[in-house]
Nanobody, 123 residues
């Protein structure tokens, strides 16, 4: 088990940028793949981006490709999500998740979840 704490959310105007961080504690974080999910009001939670244990493989949902970048620093036990060119439709609570799988599976399972951080993008 790892404990995950997200930070970096906030309110920005369309076209702006934010960087989310997910700090892990507990077991060795390099033993987990990680992902970012988001949930907008009235919608189901969706996979945004994932990164393998080593950081060598990443994946993105189509709507964020070219705008978001996921990365990790295993020495700091932290995963990041750099979000550029933000759009109002990116507004959601963003969750960090960790899986024992080598590659972050878009459909899970994820055994560990953070509490979420709110991102609000105004037009």
């Amino acid at each position: 088990q790892v404990q995950l704490v997200e930070s970096g959310g906030g309110a920005v105007q369309a076209g702006g940028s934010l960087t989310l961080s997910c700090a892990a504690s507990g077991r060795t974080f390099s033993g987990y793949s990680a992902a970012w999910f988001r949930q907008a009001p009235g919608k189901e939670r969706e996979f945004v981006s994932g990164i393998s244990r080593s950081g060598g493989t990443t994946s993105y949902t189509d709507s964020v490709k070219g705008r978001f970048t996921i990365s990790r620093d295993n020495a700091k036990n932290t995963v990041y999500l750099q979000m550029n060119s933000l759009k109002p439709e990116d507004t959601a609570v963003y969750y960090c998740a960790a899986s024992s799988a080598i590659f972050a599976p878009p459909r899970g399972p994820y055994e560990n979840w953070g509490q979420g951080t709110q991102v609000t993008v105004s037009s």
